[in-house]
C-alpha cells in the first residue's frame, strides 16, 4: 500500500540523490585498449558461471514458443539457447584446466518451465552443466487500495515478480554457493534473445579484474530521452552514501533538471550522447561478495509498482498490476566499500547489443521514429554484421553488402558470416582462424559458415561456402586464386507475405518482376511463425560445402586440408606441395 501510495502522489524516488558519471572504461573494438582488456579478461574466463534470465513466451513477437527456442538466425537456424549453450561449451573446452567445467543456471518461470525442461532434455542439456530455478508469480492488484485482482469469482489473478528474483533463486537454490566452492570466480548474467552478449564477455572481465569492480553493467551508447536506461552513481544530500545503480530513462530527465543541469536529460555537444552510458542489463558480478551479499539479503530485491491510471483520480487501474523487481537493483543494496566497487563496460552497441524482443508492427513503427527495430530480422542482420565487422579489424577484406527491407524494417542483408563458437567467439581468436587476413576476400552477396577447429590460410568466396571441421580433426582452409576461389550462386532471400503468400526474391536495384502465379491464386498457404516475424526465407539455390566428416579414409590422421576443390589430408598436402611457392600468387 506504500508503494501505491506513492505511485498516485508521483512522490520522486530519487529525491536528494544527485546523479554524476560513474568510474569505468569504454573500449573500442581494434584498439589497442580492447585487445589489452581481452588478453586479461581471457585468463579469468575459465572461473566464470553463467546466469540466463528467461522467464518469457514469445508472445510479443508473434510466436507462441519460448523465446530461447527461437532461431538466432536463418542460416543456420541455431537457437538462442542453443547458441548461448555453444559459447560456453567452447569457452570450457579451451580455457578450464583440468576437471573444471563451466556452468549454467536459468531463471524460467511457470509459463517457460515446460518448454525449457524439455528442450534440454530433448538435447541432453547441450553438452553443458545447467541448473533450471523456477521463480514463483506473486498476486495481481486492482486498485490504488492494494485490492487482489480476480480472474472469476474464485481464481486469485497473479503476474510475474520480475528478473529480479534470480538472486533471490540463486541463493535459495545453492547455485551461487556451490559454484564458489567450485572455485568459479565471477558470475555472467545475461538475457534470453541478445545473439551477440558473448562477444565481448573477455573484455568485460578484463575491466573488472584491473578496475577491482565488484559488479560490472555492459553498456552502450545512449542518445538523451533514449527509452532505455542509464547507469549513474547517486550521492545523497544528507548523507556520505554513494549508488552506482541503473536510473529508468522517464526518472533521468527531472533528475538532472533537479540537480546538475536544468535542460535536463540531453546530449553532450562533443559526443552527440548522453553522457551517461545506456544499460543493457548484462551484468559481470564477483562472485565471493555476492555470496556475502546474498547472504545478508537473502536475494531480495526492492520492489515497485508501476500501474496505468483510468483517471486522473489515480484510483482504479487499466489492468491490474503487480510488485516487481529487477535484476540490476542488486546494485541498491550494497553497502559501504562494496558500493564503492560498481562501474561500467561500454561497447559500440554493433559489437554486444541487437535484442529480439519486437514483433513486426511495433519494429516498423520504432523505425520510422529512427529507433532500432529490435526484432527477429533486425536482430538476425546484427549477428551477420557484428561477425563480419570482427572480420575487418583483423584486416580481412570483407565487402559490406546492401540494406533490404522485410516488412517495414530495413537493414543491412550481407554478408552473412556464422562463425560458430567451437571456431571462435572473442576478436583474438579471429586472428587465429584468420592468419593471413590480407589473403581473405569475402563479397557482399556472400554466405560464410565455419565450424570446428578450422584455420582459413586464404579464400576468395562469391557465393555460399560452409567449411566444417569434424570433432577432434583440424582443417586448413586454401581457396585462392583462379584454381581455388569458390563462386557459386549462393543463398537469396525469398519475401514472404506473413499472412501465408510467398513474394518472389527480387532486387532493389532492378524492375519488379511479374507478380508470382501463388499470388493470382486464392489459396494462401500458412507459413511458420519464424517465417512470419521476419517476412522472408532463405534459399539455398547453391553452396559449397567443406566438411571432414565426409572423408572416407582417415587413417590416424586428424589433419586436412582444402585447397581448391579437394579436401586431403595434411601429410599428403604437404609432400605434394613441398617446396612450391607458398605466397599464394
Same mark, same amino acid.
Given at each position: 500500500?506504500?508503494?501505491?501510495?506513492?505511485?498516485?502522489?508521483?512522490?520522486? $524516488?530519487?529525491?536528494?540523490?544527485?546523479?554524476?558519471?560513474?568510474?569505468?572504461?569504454?573500449?573500442?573494438?581494434?584498439?589497442?585498449?580492447?585487445?589489452?582488456?581481452?588478453?586479461? /579478461?581471457?585468463?579469468?574466463?575459465?572461473?566464470?558461471?553463467?546466469?540466463?534470465?528467461?522467464?518469457?513466451?514469445?508472445?510479443? @513477437?508473434?510466436?507462441?514458443?519460448?523465446?530461447?527456442?527461437?532461431?538466432?538466425?536463418?542460416?543456420?537456424?541455431?537457437? =538462442?539457447?542453443?547458441?548461448?549453450?555453444?559459447?560456453?561449451?567452447?569457452?570450457?573446452?579451451?580455457?578450464?584446466?583440468?576437471?573444471?567445467?563451466?556452468?549454467?543456471?536459468?531463471?524460467?518461470?511457470?509459463?517457460?518451465?515446460?518448454?525449457?525442461?524439455?528442450?534440454?532434455?530433448?538435447?541432453?542439456?547441450? /553438452?553443458?552443466?545447467?541448473? #533450471?530455478?523456477?521463480?514463483?508469480?506473486?498476486?495481481?492488484?486492482?486498485?490504488?487500495?492494494?485490492?487482489?485482482?480476480?480472474?472469476?469469482?474464485?481464481? #486469485?489473478?497473479?503476474?510475474?515478480?520480475?528478473?529480479?528474483?534470480?538472486?533471490?533463486?540463486?541463493?535459495?537454490?545453492?547455485?551461487?554457493?556451490?559454484?564458489?566452492?567450485?572455485?568459479?570466480?565471477?558470475?555472467?548474467?545475461?538475457?534470453?534473445?541478445?545473439?551477440?552478449?558473448?562477444?565481448?564477455?573477455?573484455?568485460?572481465?578484463?575491466?573488472?579484474?584491473?578496475?577491482?569492480?565488484?559488479?560490472?553493467?555492459?553498456? #552502450?551508447?545512449?542518445?538523451?530521452?533514449?527509452?532505455?536506461?542509464?547507469?549513474?552513481?547517486?550521492?545523497?544530500?544528507?548523507?556520505?552514501?554513494?549508488?552506482?545503480?541503473?536510473?529508468?530513462?522517464?526518472?533521468?530527465?527531472?533528475?538532472?533538471?533537479?540537480?546538475?543541469?536544468?535542460?535536463?536529460?540531453?546530449?553532450?555537444?562533443?559526443?552527440?550522447?548522453?553522457?551517461? $552510458?545506456?544499460?543493457?542489463?548484462?551484468? !559481470? @558480478?564477483?562472485?565471493?561478495?555476492? &555470496?556475502?551479499?546474498?547472504?545478508?539479503?537473502?536475494?531480495?530485491? /526492492?520492489?515497485?509498482?508501476?500501474?496505468? =491510471?483510468?483517471?486522473?483520480?489515480?484510483?482504479?487501474?487499466?489492468?491490474?498490476?503487480?510488485?516487481?523487481?529487477?535484476?540490476?537493483?542488486?546494485?541498491?543494496?550494497?553497502?559501504?566499500?562494496?558500493?564503492?566497487?560498481?562501474?561500467?563496460?561500454?561497447?559500440?552497441?554493433?559489437?554486444? =547489443?541487437?535484442? &529480439?524482443?519486437?514483433?513486426?508492427?511495433?519494429?516498423?513503427?520504432?523505425?520510422?521514429?529512427?529507433?532500432?527495430?529490435?526484432?527477429?530480422?533486425?536482430?538476425?542482420?546484427?549477428?551477420? +554484421?557484428?561477425?563480419?565487422? !570482427?572480420?575487418?579489424?583483423?584486416?580481412?577484406?570483407?565487402?559490406?553488402?546492401?540494406?533490404?527491407?522485410?516488412?517495414?524494417?530495413?537493414?543491412?542483408?550481407?554478408?552473412?558470416?556464422?562463425?560458430?563458437?567451437?571456431?571462435?567467439? +572473442?576478436?583474438?581468436?579471429?586472428?587465429?582462424?584468420?592468419?593471413?587476413?590480407?589473403?581473405?576476400?569475402?563479397?557482399?552477396?556472400?554466405?560464410?559458415?565455419?565450424?570446428?577447429?578450422? #584455420?582459413?590460410?586464404?579464400?576468395?568466396?562469391?557465393?555460399?561456402?560452409?567449411?566444417?571441421?569434424?570433432?577432434?580433426?583440424?582443417?586448413?582452409?586454401?581457396?585462392?586464386?583462379?584454381?581455388?576461389?569458390?563462386?557459386?550462386?549462393?543463398?537469396? +532471400?525469398?519475401?514472404?507475405?506473413?499472412?501465408?503468400?510467398?513474394?518472389?526474391?527480387?532486387?532493389?536495384?532492378?524492375?519488379?518482376?511479374?507478380?508470382?502465379?501463388?499470388?493470382?491464386?486464392?489459396?494462401?498457404?500458412?507459413?511458420?511463425?519464424?517465417?512470419?516475424?521476419?517476412?522472408?526465407?532463405?534459399?539455398?539455390?547453391?553452396?559449397?560445402?567443406?566438411?571432414?566428416?565426409?572423408?572416407?579414409?582417415?587413417?590416424?590422421?586428424?589433419?586436412?586440408? =582444402?585447397?581448391?576443390?579437394?579436401?586431403?589430408?595434411?601429410?599428403?598436402?604437404?609432400?605434394?606441395?613441398?617446396?612450391?611457392?607458398?605466397? +599464394?600468387?
Amino acid at each position: 500500500r506504500r508503494l501505491l501510495a506513492d505511485a498516485a502522489e508521483g512522490k520522486n $524516488p530519487l529525491e536528494g540523490w544527485t546523479p554524476e558519471v560513474p568510474k569505468g572504461a569504454e573500449l573500442t573494438p581494434g584498439t589497442p585498449d580492447f585487445k589489452a582488456k581481452e588478453a586479461m /579478461g581471457i585468463n579469468e574466463l575459465g572461473k566464470v558461471g553463467f546466469v540466463l534470465v528467461a522467464g518469457g513466451l514469445g508472445e510479443r @513477437l508473434g510466436y507462441s514458443g519460448i523465446k530461447i527456442g527461437l532461431p538466432t538466425e536463418s542460416t543456420t537456424g541455431l537457437t =538462442y539457447i542453443e547458441l548461448y549453450c555453444r559459447q560456453i561449451k567452447a569457452l570450457q573446452t579451451r580455457y578450464c584446466e583440468g576437471d573444471d567445467k563451466l556452468s549454467l543456471a536459468i531463471m524460467v518461470s511457470g509459463d517457460t518451465v515446460d518448454g525449457t525442461t524439455e528442450l534440454l532434455s530433448a538435447n541432453n542439456n547441450f /553438452g553443458i552443466d545447467i541448473t #533450471v530455478m523456477q521463480q514463483e508469480k506473486v498476486l495481481a492488484l486492482s486498485d490504488s487500495t492494494g485490492k487482489i485482482a480476480m480472474n472469476g469469482k474464485y481464481e #486469485v489473478e497473479s503476474k510475474p515478480h520480475g528478473h529480479g528474483d534470480v538472486h533471490m533463486l540463486m541463493h535459495s537454490s545453492g547455485t551461487a554457493k556451490k559454484w564458489a566452492e567450485e572455485g568459479k570466480k565471477w558470475l555472467a548474467f545475461f538475457q534470453d534473445t541478445n545473439g551477440l552478449a558473448f562477444t565481448t564477455l573477455a573484455a568485460v572481465l578484463g575491466v573488472s579484474a584491473s578496475l577491482g569492480l565488484d559488479v560490472n553493467s555492459v553498456c #552502450v551508447p545512449r542518445v538523451a530521452k533514449q527509452a532505455v536506461g542509464a547507469i549513474a552513481k547517486l550521492s545523497h544530500k544528507d548523507s556520505d552514501k554513494t549508488m552506482t545503480v541503473n536510473v529508468e530513462y522517464n526518472q533521468l530527465d527531472p533528475l538532472l533538471r533537479a540537480t546538475i543541469n536544468p535542460e535536463g536529460d540531453v546530449n553532450d555537444p562533443t559526443t552527440g550522447k548522453s553522457m551517461f $552510458p545506456g544499460n543493457i542489463n548484462q551484468l !559481470i @558480478l564477483s562472485l565471493a561478495p555476492y &555470496c556475502e551479499v546474498l547472504d545478508q539479503t537473502q536475494g531480495i530485491m /526492492g520492489e515497485f509498482v508501476n500501474p496505468k =491510471y483510468t483517471d486522473d483520480t489515480k484510483t482504479s487501474f487499466k489492468k491490474p498490476t503487480r510488485l516487481e523487481c529487477m535484476m540490476q537493483d542488486y546494485a541498491k543494496v550494497l553497502e559501504g566499500a562494496k558500493a564503492e566497487r560498481v562501474g561500467f563496460t561500454m561497447f559500440p552497441g554493433w559489437i554486444c =547489443y541487437s535484442p &529480439c524482443k519486437n514483433n513486426v508492427d511495433d519494429a516498423a513503427a520504432a523505425v520510422k521514429k529512427g529507433v532500432p527495430g529490435g526484432c527477429a530480422w533486425s536482430a538476425e542482420s546484427d549477428q551477420y +554484421f557484428a561477425q563480419a565487422e !570482427i572480420m575487418r579489424h583483423c584486416g580481412c577484406n570483407v565487402e559490406e553488402g546492401e540494406t533490404r527491407e522485410f516488412l517495414g524494417i530495413p537493414a543491412n542483408a550481407g554478408p552473412r558470416i556464422v562463425i560458430d563458437a567451437s571456431t571462435a567467439v +572473442f576478436s583474438s581468436e579471429y586472428t587465429r582462424v584468420f592468419p593471413y587476413p590480407n589473403r581473405i576476400k569475402v563479397s557482399a552477396r556472400s554466405t560464410l559458415v565455419i565450424q570446428g577447429d578450422v #584455420v582459413v590460410e586464404a579464400l576468395e568466396l562469391d557465393g555460399a561456402l560452409v567449411i566444417k571441421a569434424a570433432p577432434s580433426h583440424k582443417l586448413r582452409v586454401l581457396a585462392y586464386g583462379d584454381n581455388g576461389r569458390i563462386v557459386n550462386e549462393g543463398h537469396v +532471400f525469398e519475401e514472404v507475405d506473413p499472412k501465408g503468400a510467398k513474394s518472389p526474391a527480387k532486387s532493389p536495384a532492378k524492375k519488379s518482376p511479374a507478380k508470382s502465379p501463388l499470388a493470382k491464386t486464392n489459396a494462401v498457404p500458412k507459413v511458420s511463425e519464424i517465417t512470419a516475424m521476419r517476412g522472408f526465407t532463405v534459399k539455398k539455390v547453391g553452396e559449397t560445402v567443406i566438411d571432414t566428416a565426409t572423408s572416407e579414409e582417415t587413417g590416424d590422421s586428424k589433419g586436412f586440408v =582444402y585447397s581448391g576443390g579437394a579436401l586431403v589430408m595434411d601429410h599428403l598436402y604437404e609432400e605434394e606441395y613441398k617446396g612450391a611457392c607458398g605466397c +599464394f600468387c
